[in-house]
């Protein structure tokens, strides 16, 4: 994919995350069900900033972001869950593999912009924060 076209995809994962970890931190349970819920908050936190921010770099780079909500479902690929309750392992697992997905988009994203040193050092940004959280997420499943 060229540039532009991984960027309005990011732009969409990231607003379908943030909805999708909503439902996970709404409906989580179990026994460290408050460090979890508070996580998951700063998990959708992040990605609203970075939802921000790609879209914002993408006006810079004077294209359009993507800005309906039935455009990001047309874009993504993150399957959205319905509402339920939650196990701890489960919303772990899933946790996991959203961020395995956002850092492969922004490894693309990096490869696809060498003519662009600002789109590249913020996949770099984004990349540090996803292997955070993909760490996190991969000691609590041991
Ligand atoms: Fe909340």
Avoid at 15 to 34: D, E, I, Q, S, Y
């Amino acid at each position: 994919m060229k540039k532009l076209e991984i960027m309005r995809k990011l732009v969409a994962d990231l607003a379908v995350l943030n909805t999708k970890f909503h439902n996970l931190h709404w409906n989580v349970k179990g026994p460290r069900f408050v460090p979890v819920h508070e996580a998951l908050e700063d998990m959708y936190n992040e990605f609203f900033e970075h939802y921000d921010d790609v879209a914002e770099r993408m006006r810079m780079l004077d294209a359009y972001a993507p800005a309906a909500l039935k455009d990001y479902l047309a874009l993504t690929d993150v399957e959205e869950l319905p509402e339920k309750d939650f196990d701890i392992k489960e919303v772990i697992t899933i946790v996991k593999a959203s961020y395995e997905g956002l850092k492969a988009s922004v490894q693309a994203l990096r490869d696809a912009s060498s003519d662009d040193a600002v789109t590249a050092a913020m996949c770099d940004d984004l990349e540090s924060a996803y292997d955070k959280r993909i760490w996190f997420a991969s000691q609590q499943l041991k």
